[in-house]
C-alpha cells in the first residue's frame, strides 16, 4: 500500500509539473506585456518597455517561468497588478467561504445521490427509478445559472422564503451561521452534481448487483437489506469516489457560477473580477490552484479506493 | 428504434428544434437588425407571440436565429473535438508503450486544468465570435474522446477477431480501416452527441457571465444573459422561453445519446 | 412422506417473464434426494438444471416464479416458507468459481463467518473461529482477499462458505467447471469426503458425464427444461432408457475408444423454451422419433419420459470410419523456442525451449492446464508473436510473421468473429487481403465443406448458433487453403451435445484436404480424439511426447498419469496431481514438475530432466520415468 501510494504521489507531482507549465506559458501567450496593462493605455511604449525591463518581464519566457516556479516553492504567488495586495493574502481571504461553499454543495449532492442512486439501481425500472432518472435527466439538461434564476424567482422573489443574495458575512462558516442565506446557492450548487452523480452510482451498483457475489450472499440467507449495506454498498461506491476525485474542475466553475449570480465574495467572484481588471497574477494563481486541487482530488480518489479495495495495488 | 421509445423521443425532439431554429424564419419572418425602442420590451401577444425584448426584438424570431448560432457553434466545438480527440487517442492506443504513456499523461495533465478559466481569460481577452468560441471550446473539450477512443482502441485490438485477421495476413492499414474503425464508430457517435449537448450549457454560461458573443450576435445563451438582468422586472418571456429551448435541446441530445451508447453494445452480444 | 427422503420435488415448474417474452425453462420435473445421497443433474445450456437449484433456494431471477408443484424437505413444503429461513442454513449453495463469485473487498474469513452470525445468531468472534475451522477443514488456512487466491482456492472458499452451517442439503452447481482438471478431481473429493463425514446430501448440478458417473448415486438428465431420465447412476450407463441420453453418451469422446470411428453426433440445436411445440422437446433430433413423439409429450413414468426407449449399453461411435492416409515428410517444424512477457517487472516465461515436429498429414496434440504456455506456442506457431529465441520452420521457411500456409481456429467462437460484418464478408476477408478472385464460387464451396447452408451468408455472427459460429471460423481459416491448421481449444465453448458435430467435421476436413494440424486443448479426450501425436505440457515445456497410444496407453511422466488419472471417467485409478501449478513467473528449478510430484527427489531440484526416448517415438522428460502404464 505504501508502495502505491508513494508510486500515486510521484506521479502527481509530475502532473503538477507538467500543469504548471502549461498554465503559465498559455497565460504568457495571452498576455505578454504586463507593463501594458499595469500601467494602463495611455503610457508611451518606452515607458511598458522600461517597466517591463525592470520587473523582468522581457526576459524569455522560460527563465520566467523557472522564476515563478521558485516564487512557488517558497509559496509566493506574486503581488497582483491592480490590487495592492499580494496575491496568496487574496486567495487566503476567500478560500474558506468557497471552500465550504463547494463543500456543502458536495455533501448535499453525495447524501442525496448515493442513496437515490442504489435504489434505483435495486428497484430498476421501478416507479421511483423512472421518475428519478426523469429529473436526472432535466436537472443535467439545465444550466445551472438558470436553476438558480428559477429557484430566486420562485423561493425569493414570489414566496420570500430566502434571500435573493447569499449571505454577504466575511466568516467561511456562513453555510452554519446564515442557512436561510445560503440555502438557496448552496441547492444550486448541487442539484447538477445530483444528476450526474445518482445516474453514475445507478449505473455502478447496477453493475455490482449483477456480480456473482451478490448472489452467493443470497444463497447464504441474508435480506435484501443486508445484502446492500454490507456487500452492495461499499463496492459501488468505489466509481463515484473516482469520479467525485475528477470533477474539481467542474465544482470550481459551479463556484464562478454560483457566487457571481448570488453574489457571494468567494474566488469564483474573485476570479471573475480580476477577470475584468485584467489581473494576471491572480488569474494564474487560481488557475494553477485549480489544477493542483484536481491533482490532489485525484490522487486523494485513487488512494482511498486502493485502500478499500486491494486489487488496485496489484493492478499498479 | 422501436426498443428505445427515449430514443425516439430525442430524436423527434432533436429534429424539432432543428427545424424551428432553420425553417422557422421561413414561417415567421422578423426584423433581427434594427433597433426598434418603442416596440421594446412589449408582452406577448399579436404580432409578438413571445412578446419584444429590451431591443425591441421579436423574441421568438430571436429564438430561432439564437438558436441557430448556439446550435453551429457546439456542432463545429463538438467536431473540433471529436476528431483532435479520435486521433489522438487512436494514435496513442495503436502505438502503446512509452508513447501511449506519455500522450495520456499529457491528457491528465490537460484535464486537470479548470478548463472554464481558460476558455474565461480567453474569451476575456479576445472578443469572441462564433467561429473563434468553437475552436477554444473543441480545443479544450478533446481530451475526454481521446481517453475514451484510446480505450476502445486498446480492447479492439486484442479482440480475437483482430487477432484472426492478422493471421490471414491482413495488413495494419487494413486492421485499421476494416475492423477498428467500424467498431470504434459506436464510441464515437455517441461522445459527438454528449459533446454538442455539454457546449451548448458552457457557450450559455459563458454568455450568462458576461464573456460569451458580443453584440449584436445573440446565442441563446447571451440572450438568457440579457433577460436574466430582468427577471425582477417581470419581464418573463425574456427568460423562459429561451430557457426551455436549452433545456429541451440539452435534454433530446443526451437522451439520443444515451440510447446510443447502449444500442451500440448490442450487436456484440448475442445473448441480451 | 417418505422417510428415508430428504428433498422432494414434485411436478415443478417454472416460467420467467422478461418484457412479453414468456419462457419456460423448468417444466414438470419431478426429483427424490435421500439422505446421504448425492444426485447428480445433468444436462446442457438451457436445460433447465441450474434453475430448477435456484428454484429450490428460492432464488429464481427477476421475473421468475413458480408456477405448479412442490418442493419438500423434511416433510415441509418449502414454497409456502418465507426462503430466508431455509437458504444457507438448512439447504445451501456452491455456485460455479468465476472471479466474481466472492466480494472482492472483504477478506474471506468475515464472509465464510457471516452465514454463521445469521443463521446460529453467535458472536462476531464465536462466528470468525467457526469460520476458521472451516476454511482450514477445506484446505484453506489463510485471510485474504479473494483476487490473492487461486481459482481452486476460491472454489474451497464457496464450498466452506456453503458448508460452514452444516446444512442438510447442499446444492453444488457447476463446481469445478472453471477449473483445471487436477484441481477438479480435488475439489470433487473434497466434497464427496464432507457429504459422507456430515450425512449431507447433495445435489450435483454439471454438463460434464464423467464428474456425474463417478460421483453421483442416482441421475437425472434433464432436456428442454423436463427430466427425460432419471435412474441410479450404474443404470443411466449401462440401461440407458430414453434416446437423448443415449446420444449424448454416445456422442461424448472418451480416452477408451476408438479414435478411428466418427462421433455419434445429435443433429440440430436444443429448442427455444420460448416457443415450446407439442411433442417430446427432443423429437426433432431424434432419430427414432415417431409422429407420435411429435404430438403427444411423452409422460414421465419414474424413470424416463419416452415413447420408444431404448434397452441396453450405449454403443459409443457414429457409423463412418476415417481412412488415415499416411503422414508424410515433416511439414511443421519448431525448434527451442523460447518466449517471454514482461508482467509489470517481472517476466511471465510462457515457452521455455519447446521442440517438436509435424509431418505432412498428421495432427499434432498439445495439452496441459490453464497457464502452462499452450496458447502462447498458439500464438507463435501463427506468426501471431516472434519468439525471442528459436524459430518456427515451415515446409524450410522460417515463420516470422502470419502466413496462408498456417491458419488458425479460436476457442471462443462469438469473440473472433467481427460482430458487425455478415457471415459473407467475413468469409471473402481472407481472400480479398490476398487478392484471390473468385470469391463467391469460393465462399460457397466452402460453406459446403463445413456444412453450413448458403442461407447464413446475409446473417451476422449473433444470429447464428455456437456451433454454426465454430463451422464459420473453420470455414475462414481454410479458406486460405493452409498446409497446417492451429486450433486452440476448439470445442471448449461449445455446447455437449454441439461438440461432436464439430469434432466430426474437423477430422474429416483434415482427412479430405491432407491437412496437418496441431489442436491445443486441456481436455484430454478431445486432443486424443483429434491428435496422431501428442505433447504434454508443464509449465512452458513439454514433459512427454509420443504417438497418442502411446502417451495415453502408457503414459511415462508422473505429470501426463496424473492429468489421466484426474479425468472424471469410469473408474478412478492411479494418483491424480496434488496442488496448483505454481506461477510461470517464477518457476521451481531443476524439473518444473517436482514440487507437486510424488516421486521427486533431490536430484529433481538440481538438475533439469532431458527429453529421453524410451521406445519408439516416445520421449519423455523425467528422471524417474513410469514404466507400466498409469500407475507406475
Redesign the interface.
Known amino acids: 500500500m505504501a508502495k502505491y501510494v508513494l508510486h500515486r504521489l510521484a506521479v502527481s507531482a509530475l502532473v503538477m509539473l507538467g500543469i504548471s507549465a502549461v498554465v503559465y506559458f498559455m497565460l504568457h501567450l495571452v498576455s505578454e506585456s504586463p507593463g501594458r496593462i499595469v500601467l494602463g493605455q495611455r503610457v508611451s511604449p518606452e515607458a511598458v518597455a522600461a517597466f517591463n525591463h525592470q520587473h523582468g518581464f522581457d526576459r524569455p519566457v522560460v527563465v520566467q517561468y523557472l522564476d515563478y516556479l521558485k516564487q512557488l516553492l517558497h509559496g509566493d504567488l506574486g503581488r497582483s497588478y491592480k490590487l495592492n495586495e499580494n496575491v496568496s493574502t487574496l486567495i487566503a481571504q476567500n478560500a474558506g467561504r468557497s471552500a465550504m461553499l463547494s463543500l456543502a454543495g458536495l455533501v448535499l449532492a453525495l447524501a442525496i445521490a448515493v442513496p437515490l442512486g442504489i435504489l434505483q439501481a435495486v428497484r430498476r425500472n421501478g416507479l421511483l427509478d423512472r421518475a428519478a432518472t426523469a429529473v436526472s435527466y432535466m436537472l443535467y439538461a439545465t444550466p445551472s445559472f438558470l436553476l438558480g434564476l428559477v429557484l430566486i424567482a420562485v423561493f425569493s422573489q414570489q414566496a420570500g422564503l430566502f434571500p435573493a443574495e447569499a449571505s454577504q458575512s466575511h466568516s467561511p462558516w456562513a453555510v452554519f451561521t446564515d442557512p436561510r442565506g445560503m440555502t438557496l446557492p448552496v441547492i444550486t450548487l448541487a442539484a447538477g452534481s445530483v444528476a450526474v452523480f445518482a445516474q453514475h452510482q445507478r449505473s455502478s451498483a447496477l453493475d455490482q448487483l449483477g456480480q456473482d457475489y451478490i448472489r452467493v450472499a443470497r444463497a447464504k440467507g441474508l435480506r435484501e437489506r443486508q445484502i446492500l449495506t454490507r456487500h452492495l454498498l461499499r463496492n459501488a461506491c468505489m466509481p463515484l469516489i473516482t469520479l467525485v476525485g475528477t470533477l474539481v474542475p467542474t465544482v470550481l466553475a459551479g463556484n464562478v457560477i454560483v457566487e457571481s449570480l448570488f453574489n457571494y465574495p468567494g474566488l469564483g467572484l474573485l476570479f471573475l473580477n480580476s477577470l475584468q481588471r485584467e489581473d494576471y497574477p491572480l488569474l494564474l494563481a487560481y488557475t494553477l490552484m485549480g489544477g493542483f486541487l484536481t491533482v490532489a482530488g485525484n490522487f486523494l480518489a485513487d488512494v482511498m479506493v486502493a485502500a478499500a479495495d486491494r486489487r488496485i495495488e496489484v493492478g499498479k | 428504434m422501436r426498443r428505445h421509445p427515449l430514443a425516439l423521443a430525442g430524436g423527434l425532439l432533436l429534429l424539432l428544434v432543428v427545424g424551428f431554429c432553420v425553417l422557422g424564419p421561413l414561417l415567421h419572418p422578423t426584423n433581427q437588425t434594427d433597433v426598434d425602442i418603442v416596440n421594446a420590451a412589449l408582452p406577448p401577444g399579436g404580432d409578438h407571440p413571445l412578446g419584444t425584448d429590451t431591443n425591441g426584438f421579436d423574441v421568438l424570431g430571436r429564438l430561432m436565429a439564437g438558436g441557430r448560432v448556439s446550435l453551429e457553434i457546439s456542432l463545429l466545438a463538438a467536431l473540433v473535438a471529436t476528431t483532435l480527440g479520435t486521433l489522438y487517442g487512436a494514435v496513442a492506443g495503436l502505438a502503446g508503450g512509452v508513447v501511449d504513456g506519455f500522450m495520456m499523461r499529457l491528457v491528465d495533465v490537460m484535464l486537470s486544468i479548470p478548463f472554464l478559466f481558460f476558455v474565461l481569460i480567453l474569451s476575456a481577452r479576445f472578443h469572441a465570435d462564433a467561429l473563434s468560441l468553437s475552436l477554444v471550446i473543441g480545443g479544450f473539450s478533446w481530451l475526454l474522446s481521446a481517453r475514451l477512443v484510446r480505450g476502445e482502441v486498446l480492447t479492439l485490438r486484442v479482440r480475437e477477431y483482430v487477432l484472426a485477421a492478422k493471421v490471414m495476413g491482413a495488413s495494419r492499414r487494413r486492421v485499421i480501416l476494416t475492423h477498428l474503425i467500424p467498431n470504434a464508430l459506436g464510441v464515437i457517435i455517441v461522445t459527438v452527441t454528449f459533446q454538442v449537448a455539454d457546449a451548448i450549457i458552457v457557450v450559455s454560461a459563458l454568455g450568462f457571465l458576461g464573456f460569451g458573443l458580443t453584440y449584436p450576435t445573440a446565442d441563446w445563451g447571451s440572450q438568457l444573459a440579457s433577460g436574466v438582468t430582468y427577471i425582477s422586472a417581470d419581464y418573463w418571456w425574456l427568460v423562459y422561453p429561451v430557457g426551455a429551448c436549452i433545456i429541451l435541446t440539452v435534454l433530446a441530445l443526451n437522451l439520443l445519446a444515451d440510447a446510443l451508447r447502449d444500442a451500440i453494445g448490442r450487436p456484440t452480444s448475442a445473448r441480451s | 412422506m417418505d422417510s428415508q427422503k430428504n428433498l422432494i420435488v414434485r411436478g415443478l415448474s417454472v416460467e420467467i417473464r422478461r418484457g412479453d417474452r414468456l419462457v419456460r425453462p423448468v417444466a414438470d420435473v419431478t426429483l427424490e434426494l435421500g439422505r446421504g445421497e448425492t444426485l447428480g443433474i445433468v444436462g446442457e445450456t438451457g436445460s433447465g438444471k441450474s434453475m430448477t437449484g435456484l428454484a429450490i ?1 428460492g ?1 429464481l431471477p427477476a421475473g421468475g416464479r413458480v408456477t405448479g408443484g412442490s418442493i419438500e424437505l423434511g416433510g415441509r413444503d418449502l414454497l409456502a416458507m418465507d426462503p ?6 438448512e439447504i ?2 456452491i ?1 460455479q468459481d ?1 472471479l ?7 477478506k474471506i474469513v468475515e464472509q465464510v463467518a ?2 454463521v452470525r ?2 446460529r445468531g453467535e458472536s462476531r468472534r464465536a462466528a470468525r473461529e467457526r469460520a476458521r475451522e472451516m476454511l482450514a477443514r477445506v484446505g484453506v488456512q489463510r485471510d485474504d ?1 479473494p ?2 487466491l487461486s481459482g481452486g482456492q476460491r472454489q474451497r472458499v ?1 464450498i466452506a ?2 458448508l460452514v452451517c452444516e446444512p442438510e442439503v447442499v446444492i453444488a452447481d457447476e463446481p469445478t467447471t472453471a477449473l483445471d482438471v487436477t484441481v477438479q478431481a480435488e475439489i470433487l473429493d473434497l466434497l464427496d469426503e464432507l457429504r459422507a463425514q456430515r450425512g449431507m446430501s447433495m445435489i450435483l448440478i454439471t454438463h460434464d458425464m464423467g464428474v456425474i458417473a463417478q460421483r453421483a448415486d442416482r441421475v437425472g438428465v434433464m432436456y428442454a427444461g423436463r427430466v427425460a431420465e432419471s435412474a441410479p447412476t450404474a443404470e443411466i450407463f449401462e440401461r440407458t432408457r430414453h434416446r437423448y441420453t443415449r446420444a449424448l453418451l454416445s456422442s461424448i469422446p472418451t480416452l477408451g475408444q476408438d479414435k478411428d470411428k466418427e462421433l455419434f453426433s445429435i443433429p440440430g440445436a436444443p429448442p427455444d423454451l420460448a416457443r415450446p411445440e407439442p411433442g417430446c422437446p427432443f423429437a426433432p433430433r431424434c432419430d427414432a422419433a415417431s409422429d407420435k413423439c411429435r404430438e403427444e409429450l411423452p409422460p414421465f413414468n419414474g424413470t424416463h419420459a419416452c415413447w420408444h426407449p431404448v434397452d441396453g449399453p450405449v454403443t459409443s461411435a457414429g457409423r463412418g470410419r476415417f481412412t488415415l492416409s499416411e503422414p508424410g515428410g515433416t511439414l511443421l517444424r519448431v525448434v527451442d523456442l523460447v518466449r517471454e512477457h514482461p508482467a509489470g517487472r517481472r517476466t511471465v516465461k510462457a515457452v521455455s525451449g519447446i521442440s517438436f515436429e509435424v509431418a505432412a498429414g498428421e495432427t499434432f496434440g498439445l495439452v496441459g492446464e490453464s497457464g502452462c504456455g499452450k496458447s502462447s506456442l498458439g500464438r507463435l506457431l ?3 508473436d516472434r519468439p525471442d529465441s528459436g524459430e518456427v520452420v515451415i515446409g524450410g521457411e522460417k515463420v516470422t510473421r ?3 500456409a ?3 481456429m ?3 467462437c ?7 460484418m455478415r457471415i459473407e464478408r467475413i468469409l471473402r ?2 481472400l480479398a ?2 487478392g484471390i478472385g473468385d470469391r463467391q464460387e469460393r465462399v460457397r464451396r466452402l460453406l459446403d465443406d463445413v456444412g453450413l447452408p448458403e442461407s447464413v451468408l446475409d446473417r ?4 447464428l448458433s455456437g456451433g454454426q459460429r465454430q463451422r464459420v ?1 473453420l470455414a ?1 481459416a481454410l ?2 487453403d493452409p498446409q497446417v491448421l492451429v486450433a486452440d481449444e476448439p470445442v471448449s465453448a461449445l455446447d455437449v451435445s454441439i461438440r461432436s458435430q464439430v469434432l466430426n467435421l474437423m477430422r474429416r476436413v483434415q482427412a479430405e484436404r491432407g491437412l496437418s494440424g496441431v489442436v491445443i486443448s486441456h481436455d484430454l479426450a478431445v486432443v486424443r480424439y483429434l491428435a496422431d501425436r501428442v505433447g504434454v505440457m508443464y509449465l512452458g515445456k513439454l514433459v512427454e511426447t509420443g504417438t497418442t497410444d502411446e502417451v495415453f496407453g502408457a503414459a511415462a511422466h508422473p505429470y501426463t498419469a496424473g492429468l489421466l488419472a484426474a479425468v472424471p471417467e469410469g473408474e478412478r485409478t492411479g494418483t491424480p496431481v496434488r496442488g496448483e501449478p505454481p506461477s510461470p513467473v517464477d518457476p521451481p528449478s531443476g524439473c518444473r514438475f517436482r514440487t507437486r510430484c510424488a516421486l521427486a527427489t533431490e536430484e529433481c531440484a538440481r538438475t533439469e530432466p532431458p527429453m529421453t526416448p524410451i521406445d519408439g517415438t516416445h520421449r519423455v522428460a523425467c528422471h524417474y520415468p513410469l514404466r507400466e502404464g498409469r500407475n507406475g
Open positions: 433456494m432464488m430466508r429461513r431455509y437458504r444457507g442454513g445451501a449453495m455456485f468465476s466474481t463469485s466472492l466480494n472482492p473487498t472483504k457471516e452465514p445469521l443463521h482477499y483476487h490473492q464457496m462458505m456453503a501463427v506468426g501471431l502470419p502466413r496462408p498456417v491458419q488458425m479460436f476457442q471462443d462469438s469473440a473472433a468473429l467481427d460482430p458487425r476477408e481472407p487481403i490476398h451476422y455472427p449473433y444470429e471460423g475462414r479458406a486460405l
